[in-house]
Protein backbone atom coordinates (compact mmCIF):
# COMPACT_ATOMS: atom_id res chain seq x y z
CA UNK A 1 0.00 0.00 0.00
CA UNK A 2 1.17 3.01 -0.64
CA UNK A 3 0.69 6.70 1.27
CA UNK A 4 0.76 10.02 0.22
CA UNK A 5 0.64 11.74 3.90
CA UNK A 6 0.39 15.64 4.22
CA UNK A 7 1.89 17.50 6.43
CA UNK A 8 3.84 14.77 7.85
CA UNK A 9 6.67 16.63 9.31
CA UNK A 10 4.09 18.70 11.66
CA UNK A 11 3.05 17.16 15.38
CA UNK A 12 0.26 14.68 14.06
CA UNK A 13 1.55 13.29 10.62
CA UNK A 14 4.61 12.92 12.07
CA UNK A 15 3.77 10.55 14.73
CA UNK A 16 1.81 8.73 11.98
CA UNK A 17 4.38 8.24 9.77
CA UNK A 18 6.29 6.63 12.34
CA UNK A 19 3.57 4.38 13.42
CA UNK A 20 2.75 3.03 10.09
CA UNK A 21 6.30 1.85 9.55
CA UNK A 22 6.60 0.84 12.85
CA UNK A 23 2.77 -1.29 12.47
CA UNK A 24 2.98 -2.51 8.45
CA UNK A 25 6.81 -3.80 6.90
CA UNK A 26 5.53 -2.99 3.76
CA UNK A 27 4.47 0.30 3.73
CA UNK A 28 5.58 3.20 1.13
CA UNK A 29 5.26 6.88 2.05
CA UNK A 30 5.13 9.81 0.22
CA UNK A 31 5.81 13.05 2.87
CA UNK A 32 4.72 16.29 1.06
CA UNK A 33 5.04 19.06 3.45
CA UNK A 34 5.79 22.94 2.89
CA UNK A 35 8.00 23.37 5.78
CA UNK A 36 6.38 26.31 7.47
CA UNK A 37 7.37 27.35 10.97
CA UNK A 38 5.44 24.22 12.01
CA UNK A 39 7.05 21.57 10.23
CA UNK A 40 10.41 20.07 11.16
CA UNK A 41 12.68 17.00 9.53
CA UNK A 42 13.70 16.72 13.33
CA UNK A 43 10.48 15.26 13.70
CA UNK A 44 11.70 12.37 11.25
CA UNK A 45 15.24 11.41 12.29
CA UNK A 46 15.13 7.94 11.13
CA UNK A 47 13.95 8.66 7.90
CA UNK A 48 15.67 10.12 5.08
CA UNK A 49 15.19 13.73 4.40
CA UNK A 50 16.09 14.84 1.26
CA UNK A 51 14.00 15.64 -1.52
CA UNK A 52 13.53 12.85 -4.04
CA UNK A 53 15.30 10.29 -2.28
CA UNK A 54 14.56 6.77 -2.17
CA UNK A 55 17.94 6.26 -0.27
CA UNK A 56 18.57 2.28 0.54
CA UNK A 57 18.56 0.67 3.80
CA UNK A 58 15.00 1.13 5.58
CA UNK A 59 14.63 4.23 4.25
CA UNK A 60 13.88 2.96 0.62
CA UNK A 61 10.17 3.16 1.48
CA UNK A 62 9.95 6.73 2.38
CA UNK A 63 10.13 9.80 0.27
CA UNK A 64 10.16 13.59 1.45
CA UNK A 65 9.00 16.09 -0.60
CA UNK A 66 9.15 20.03 -0.20
CA UNK A 67 5.91 21.12 -1.62
CA UNK A 68 2.41 22.74 -1.13
CA UNK A 69 -0.44 20.78 -1.11
CA UNK A 70 -2.21 24.20 -3.13
CA UNK A 71 0.45 23.57 -6.16
CA UNK A 72 -2.07 21.16 -8.34
CA UNK A 73 0.71 20.44 -10.59
CA UNK A 74 2.76 18.94 -8.04
CA UNK A 75 -0.08 17.35 -6.40
CA UNK A 76 -1.17 15.51 -9.29
CA UNK A 77 2.18 14.18 -9.92
CA UNK A 78 2.15 12.40 -6.82
CA UNK A 79 -1.15 11.42 -6.01
CA UNK A 80 -0.89 9.56 -8.88
CA UNK A 81 1.96 7.40 -7.48
CA UNK A 82 -0.48 6.44 -4.53
CA UNK A 83 -3.11 4.42 -3.19
CA UNK A 84 -4.04 6.46 -0.37
CA UNK A 85 -3.91 10.42 0.53
CA UNK A 86 -3.93 10.99 4.18
CA UNK A 87 -4.53 14.92 4.99
CA UNK A 88 -2.87 16.07 7.66
CA UNK A 89 -1.14 19.51 5.93
CA UNK A 90 -3.02 22.51 7.68
CA UNK A 91 -2.52 25.96 9.81
CA UNK A 92 -3.31 24.61 12.86
CA UNK A 93 -2.89 27.30 15.78
CA UNK A 94 -6.04 29.60 16.25
CA UNK A 95 -3.69 32.58 17.69
CA UNK A 96 -2.06 32.36 14.72
CA UNK A 97 -5.61 32.36 12.51
CA UNK A 98 -6.45 35.75 14.58
CA UNK A 99 -2.86 37.14 13.78
CA UNK A 100 -2.37 36.11 10.25
CA UNK A 101 -6.01 34.44 8.68
CA UNK A 102 -5.12 34.58 4.95
CA UNK A 103 -2.73 31.47 5.12
CA UNK A 104 -5.25 29.57 6.93
CA UNK A 105 -7.59 29.92 4.02
CA UNK A 106 -4.83 29.38 1.12
CA UNK A 107 -4.07 25.87 2.89
CA UNK A 108 -6.80 24.53 4.97
CA UNK A 109 -9.45 26.02 1.98
CA UNK A 110 -8.10 26.03 -1.15
CA UNK A 111 -4.81 23.35 -0.52
CA UNK A 112 -7.46 20.55 0.41
CA UNK A 113 -9.75 21.27 -2.43
CA UNK A 114 -5.87 21.06 -4.83
CA UNK A 115 -5.46 17.15 -3.11
CA UNK A 116 -9.21 16.36 -3.27
CA UNK A 117 -9.64 16.77 -7.28
CA UNK A 118 -6.14 15.43 -7.77
CA UNK A 119 -7.96 12.47 -5.40
CA UNK A 120 -11.03 12.58 -8.01
CA UNK A 121 -9.33 13.13 -11.13
CA UNK A 122 -6.97 10.32 -10.50
CA UNK A 123 -8.89 7.37 -10.30
CA UNK A 124 -11.11 8.28 -7.28
CA UNK A 125 -7.95 7.45 -4.65
CA UNK A 126 -8.92 6.35 -0.97
CA UNK A 127 -9.12 9.92 1.00
CA UNK A 128 -9.15 10.78 4.62
CA UNK A 129 -9.23 14.00 6.29
CA UNK A 130 -8.01 14.88 9.37
CA UNK A 131 -10.31 17.55 10.81
CA UNK A 132 -10.84 19.06 14.46
CA UNK A 133 -14.06 19.17 16.66
CA UNK A 134 -13.85 23.29 17.10
CA UNK A 135 -15.58 23.03 13.35
CA UNK A 136 -19.00 22.13 15.97
CA UNK A 137 -18.60 25.81 17.79
CA UNK A 138 -18.71 26.02 21.35
CA UNK A 139 -20.79 24.55 24.21
CA UNK A 140 -21.81 27.24 27.30
CA UNK A 141 -19.97 26.17 30.48
CA UNK A 142 -23.29 25.34 32.37
CA UNK A 143 -24.57 23.03 29.45
CA UNK A 144 -24.28 18.92 29.51
CA UNK A 145 -24.68 18.96 25.70
CA UNK A 146 -22.24 16.65 23.65
CA UNK A 147 -21.89 17.11 19.64
CA UNK A 148 -22.47 14.34 17.81
CA UNK A 149 -21.45 13.87 13.94
CA UNK A 150 -24.71 14.59 13.17
CA UNK A 151 -24.39 18.38 15.23
CA UNK A 152 -24.73 21.33 13.03
CA UNK A 153 -21.54 23.22 12.18
CA UNK A 154 -21.03 26.49 13.89
CA UNK A 155 -17.30 27.52 13.92
CA UNK A 156 -16.58 30.26 15.59
CA UNK A 157 -12.75 31.36 15.19
CA UNK A 158 -10.34 31.85 11.61
CA UNK A 159 -8.77 28.56 11.98
CA UNK A 160 -12.19 26.69 12.88
CA UNK A 161 -14.21 28.10 10.35
CA UNK A 162 -11.24 27.18 7.20
CA UNK A 163 -11.38 23.96 8.73
CA UNK A 164 -15.12 23.54 8.34
CA UNK A 165 -14.56 24.40 5.00
CA UNK A 166 -12.60 22.15 4.29
CA UNK A 167 -14.57 19.55 5.42
CA UNK A 168 -17.21 20.46 3.50
CA UNK A 169 -15.43 20.18 0.52
CA UNK A 170 -14.63 16.53 1.61
CA UNK A 171 -18.40 16.12 1.57
CA UNK A 172 -18.57 17.60 -1.67
CA UNK A 173 -16.57 15.23 -3.83
CA UNK A 174 -18.08 12.48 -2.04
CA UNK A 175 -21.41 13.15 -2.41
CA UNK A 176 -20.64 14.64 -6.05
CA UNK A 177 -17.91 12.79 -7.72
CA UNK A 178 -18.54 9.17 -5.42
CA UNK A 179 -14.54 9.89 -3.96
CA UNK A 180 -14.18 7.21 -1.22
CA UNK A 181 -13.60 9.77 1.71
CA UNK A 182 -13.58 9.61 5.58
CA UNK A 183 -12.93 12.48 8.03
CA UNK A 184 -11.91 12.25 11.28
CA UNK A 185 -12.89 15.31 13.90
CA UNK A 186 -10.30 14.90 16.49
CA UNK A 187 -10.08 16.52 20.39
CA UNK A 188 -7.14 18.21 21.09
CA UNK A 189 -3.65 16.43 20.93
CA UNK A 190 -0.81 16.10 23.07
CA UNK A 191 2.54 13.90 23.21
CA UNK A 192 5.87 13.92 21.41
CA UNK A 193 6.75 16.05 18.76
CA UNK A 194 4.20 19.27 19.56
CA UNK A 195 5.07 22.69 18.28
CA UNK A 196 5.42 24.75 21.63
CA UNK A 197 2.95 27.03 20.72
CA UNK A 198 -0.05 25.24 21.92
CA UNK A 199 -1.00 25.42 25.20
CA UNK A 200 0.51 22.16 27.24
CA UNK A 201 3.32 21.87 25.19
CA UNK A 202 4.09 25.98 25.69
CA UNK A 203 3.23 25.25 29.40
CA UNK A 204 5.93 22.60 29.74
CA UNK A 205 8.33 24.29 28.09
CA UNK A 206 7.82 27.32 29.94
CA UNK A 207 8.13 25.80 33.32
CA UNK A 208 11.47 23.91 32.51
CA UNK A 209 12.72 27.56 31.42
CA UNK A 210 12.25 28.88 34.77
CA UNK A 211 9.45 31.04 33.30
CA UNK A 212 5.17 30.86 33.78
CA UNK A 213 2.60 29.91 32.03
CA UNK A 214 0.43 32.26 30.42
CA UNK A 215 -3.67 31.23 31.15
CA UNK A 216 -6.04 33.02 28.69
CA UNK A 217 -8.96 35.19 31.18
CA UNK A 218 -9.72 33.26 34.40
CA UNK A 219 -8.80 29.83 32.36
CA UNK A 220 -12.33 28.30 32.44
CA UNK A 221 -12.29 26.55 29.03
CA UNK A 222 -12.82 23.52 28.87
CA UNK A 223 -10.83 21.26 26.26
CA UNK A 224 -10.74 17.59 25.95
CA UNK A 225 -6.73 16.35 25.81
CA UNK A 226 -6.03 12.93 23.84
CA UNK A 227 -2.76 11.75 23.80
CA UNK A 228 -1.53 11.60 19.90
CA UNK A 229 -1.18 7.79 19.69
CA UNK A 230 -5.00 7.53 20.47
CA UNK A 231 -5.44 9.78 17.46
CA UNK A 232 -2.93 8.08 15.06
CA UNK A 233 -4.73 4.41 15.86
CA UNK A 234 -7.62 6.11 15.60
CA UNK A 235 -7.18 6.95 11.75
CA UNK A 236 -5.65 3.53 10.73
CA UNK A 237 -8.65 2.02 11.84
CA UNK A 238 -10.51 4.37 10.03
CA UNK A 239 -8.87 3.65 7.07
CA UNK A 240 -8.99 -0.13 7.28
CA UNK A 241 -12.64 -0.04 8.68
CA UNK A 242 -14.45 3.27 8.28
CA UNK A 243 -17.37 3.69 6.04
CA UNK A 244 -16.76 5.80 2.75
CA UNK A 245 -18.71 9.37 3.10
CA UNK A 246 -18.89 8.86 6.74
CA UNK A 247 -17.17 11.36 9.40
CA UNK A 248 -16.00 9.58 12.97
CA UNK A 249 -14.93 11.67 16.28
CA UNK A 250 -12.40 10.82 18.23
CA UNK A 251 -11.74 11.87 21.80
CA UNK A 252 -10.68 10.73 25.09
CA UNK A 253 -12.12 7.97 27.76
CA UNK A 254 -15.20 9.77 29.87
CA UNK A 255 -13.56 10.97 32.72
CA UNK A 256 -13.85 14.56 34.29
CA UNK A 257 -12.72 17.28 31.79
CA UNK A 258 -10.98 19.78 34.21
CA UNK A 259 -10.86 23.48 32.76
CA UNK A 260 -7.96 25.28 31.46
CA UNK A 261 -6.92 26.51 35.05
CA UNK A 262 -7.58 22.94 36.76
CA UNK A 263 -5.39 21.24 34.03
CA UNK A 264 -2.29 23.50 34.44
CA UNK A 265 -2.75 22.78 38.16
CA UNK A 266 -2.24 18.95 37.58
CA UNK A 267 0.58 19.99 35.54
CA UNK A 268 2.11 21.51 37.93
CA UNK A 269 1.81 18.38 40.05
CA UNK A 270 2.99 16.22 37.70
CA UNK A 271 6.29 18.67 37.79
CA UNK A 272 6.38 19.44 41.64
CA UNK A 273 6.14 22.92 40.68
CA UNK A 274 4.19 25.85 42.92
CA UNK A 275 1.21 27.53 41.79
CA UNK A 276 2.71 30.73 41.42
CA UNK A 277 4.03 29.97 38.24
CA UNK A 278 0.51 30.38 36.70
CA UNK A 279 0.31 33.97 35.16
CA UNK A 280 -3.23 34.73 34.45
CA UNK A 281 -3.32 37.07 30.81
CA UNK A 282 -5.46 39.11 28.28
CA UNK A 283 -8.06 36.68 26.76
CA UNK A 284 -8.13 35.81 23.22
CA UNK A 285 -10.90 37.32 21.38
CA UNK A 286 -13.48 35.22 20.55
CA UNK A 287 -12.59 32.20 22.33
CA UNK A 288 -14.46 29.14 22.16
CA UNK A 289 -15.05 28.41 25.98
CA UNK A 290 -16.51 24.55 25.92
CA UNK A 291 -15.69 21.14 23.24
CA UNK A 292 -17.26 18.15 24.06
CA UNK A 293 -17.64 15.17 21.91
CA UNK A 294 -20.22 11.96 22.18
CA UNK A 295 -17.40 9.41 20.61
CA UNK A 296 -19.87 6.30 20.67
CA UNK A 297 -20.02 5.91 16.78
CA UNK A 298 -15.87 5.49 16.58
CA UNK A 299 -16.71 2.94 19.58
CA UNK A 300 -19.47 1.14 18.65
CA UNK A 301 -19.09 0.77 14.85
CA UNK A 302 -15.29 0.11 14.51
CA UNK A 303 -14.50 -0.85 17.77
CA UNK A 304 -12.23 1.96 19.38
CA UNK A 305 -11.33 2.69 22.56
CA UNK A 306 -8.78 5.52 23.82
CA UNK A 307 -5.93 3.81 26.16
CA UNK A 308 -4.88 7.02 27.66
CA UNK A 309 -6.46 8.59 30.80
CA UNK A 310 -5.46 12.61 30.97
CA UNK A 311 -3.04 11.88 34.37
CA UNK A 312 -1.43 9.37 31.49
CA UNK A 313 -1.59 11.66 28.64
CA UNK A 314 0.38 14.42 30.68
CA UNK A 315 2.59 12.20 32.42
CA UNK A 316 4.14 11.39 29.21
CA UNK A 317 3.97 14.26 27.77
CA UNK A 318 6.00 15.54 30.46
CA UNK A 319 8.49 13.19 30.03
CA UNK A 320 8.77 13.27 26.74
CA UNK A 321 9.66 17.29 26.75
CA UNK A 322 11.75 16.47 29.52
CA UNK A 323 13.95 14.04 27.73
CA UNK A 324 13.90 15.81 24.56
CA UNK A 325 14.96 19.50 26.01
CA UNK A 326 17.39 19.62 22.51
CA UNK A 327 14.18 19.45 20.17
CA UNK A 328 12.14 22.14 21.57
CA UNK A 329 15.50 24.28 22.41
CA UNK A 330 16.19 24.52 18.92
CA UNK A 331 12.63 25.86 18.06
CA UNK A 332 12.09 28.26 20.56
CA UNK A 333 15.70 29.95 19.96
CA UNK A 334 14.62 30.10 16.74
CA UNK A 335 13.93 33.96 15.34
CA UNK A 336 11.03 32.80 13.95
CA UNK A 337 9.35 31.41 17.62
CA UNK A 338 11.00 34.80 19.22
CA UNK A 339 9.14 36.94 17.15
CA UNK A 340 5.99 34.87 17.37
CA UNK A 341 5.87 34.89 21.14
CA UNK A 342 6.57 38.43 21.14
CA UNK A 343 3.95 39.37 19.16
CA UNK A 344 1.66 36.73 21.09
CA UNK A 345 2.75 37.44 24.71
CA UNK A 346 4.11 40.83 25.25
CA UNK A 347 1.76 43.09 25.35
CA UNK A 348 -0.83 40.66 27.09
P1 LIG B 1 1.10 21.19 12.81
O1 LIG B 1 0.88 22.66 12.72
O2 LIG B 1 2.02 20.65 13.87
O3 LIG B 1 1.64 20.64 11.42
C1 LIG B 1 1.10 21.02 10.19
C2 LIG B 1 2.04 20.55 9.09
O4 LIG B 1 1.48 20.92 7.83
C3 LIG B 1 3.44 21.19 9.16
O5 LIG B 1 4.42 20.20 8.96
C4 LIG B 1 3.43 22.19 8.02
O6 LIG B 1 4.72 22.43 7.47
C5 LIG B 1 2.51 21.50 7.03
N1 LIG B 1 1.87 22.46 6.10
C6 LIG B 1 1.26 23.64 6.41
N2 LIG B 1 0.82 24.22 5.28
C7 LIG B 1 1.13 23.40 4.26
C8 LIG B 1 0.91 23.46 2.85
N3 LIG B 1 0.28 24.49 2.28
N4 LIG B 1 1.34 22.43 2.08
C9 LIG B 1 1.99 21.37 2.65
N5 LIG B 1 2.24 21.26 3.97
C10 LIG B 1 1.80 22.27 4.76
O7 LIG B 1 -0.35 20.56 12.92
P2 LIG B 1 -0.85 19.28 13.75
O8 LIG B 1 -1.12 19.70 15.13
O9 LIG B 1 0.05 18.14 13.46
O10 LIG B 1 -2.26 19.05 13.04
C11 LIG B 1 -2.37 18.19 11.92
C12 LIG B 1 -3.81 18.15 11.47
O11 LIG B 1 -4.63 17.72 12.54
C13 LIG B 1 -4.36 19.53 11.07
O12 LIG B 1 -5.18 19.36 9.95
C14 LIG B 1 -5.17 19.98 12.28
O13 LIG B 1 -6.23 20.81 11.88
C15 LIG B 1 -5.68 18.64 12.79
N6 LIG B 1 -5.95 18.59 14.24
C16 LIG B 1 -5.00 18.97 15.14
C17 LIG B 1 -5.25 18.86 16.50
C18 LIG B 1 -4.22 19.23 17.53
O14 LIG B 1 -4.52 19.19 18.73
N7 LIG B 1 -3.00 19.58 17.15
C19 LIG B 1 -6.50 18.39 16.94
C20 LIG B 1 -7.46 18.01 15.98
C21 LIG B 1 -7.17 18.11 14.64
P1 LIG C 1 -4.71 25.70 22.22
O1 LIG C 1 -3.67 24.71 22.63
O2 LIG C 1 -4.32 26.88 21.44
O3 LIG C 1 -5.84 24.86 21.48
P2 LIG C 1 -7.33 25.33 20.98
O4 LIG C 1 -7.26 25.10 19.51
O5 LIG C 1 -8.25 24.40 21.69
O6 LIG C 1 -7.57 26.73 21.31
O7 LIG C 1 -5.45 26.23 23.54
C1 LIG C 1 -6.08 25.34 24.44
C2 LIG C 1 -6.78 26.17 25.49
O8 LIG C 1 -5.78 26.86 26.26
C3 LIG C 1 -7.66 27.25 24.92
O9 LIG C 1 -8.81 27.40 25.76
C4 LIG C 1 -6.81 28.50 24.97
C5 LIG C 1 -5.95 28.28 26.19
N1 LIG C 1 -4.59 28.88 26.14
C6 LIG C 1 -4.12 29.62 27.23
O10 LIG C 1 -4.83 29.82 28.24
N2 LIG C 1 -2.87 30.15 27.15
C7 LIG C 1 -2.06 29.98 26.07
O11 LIG C 1 -0.92 30.51 26.06
C8 LIG C 1 -2.54 29.20 24.98
C9 LIG C 1 -1.70 28.97 23.75
C10 LIG C 1 -3.82 28.66 25.05
Redesign the pocket.
Known sequence: MKYLI????????SNFIHYLFDKYPEIEIIN?????Y???LDNLKKFSAESGSASGGENYRYKFVK????DAELVNKLVRQVDVVV???????VDRSILDPAVFI???VL?TQVLLEAAHKNGKKRFHH????EVYGSISLDSDEKWTEESPYQPRSLYSAS?AASDHLVRAYFHTFGLPVTISN????LGPY??PE?FISLAITNLLEGKKVPVYGEGKQVREWLHVEDHYVAIDLILEKGKVGETYFVGPPDEDRPNNLETIKKLLKIMNLPEDRIEFVKDRPGHDVKYAMNTSKIRKELGFTPKYSLDETLKKTVEWYQTNIEWWQKIKGSPEYKNYYDQQYAKR
Open positions: TGGAGFIGLDKLTAGNGDIANFAAESHKTNGVSTDKCANNMYK
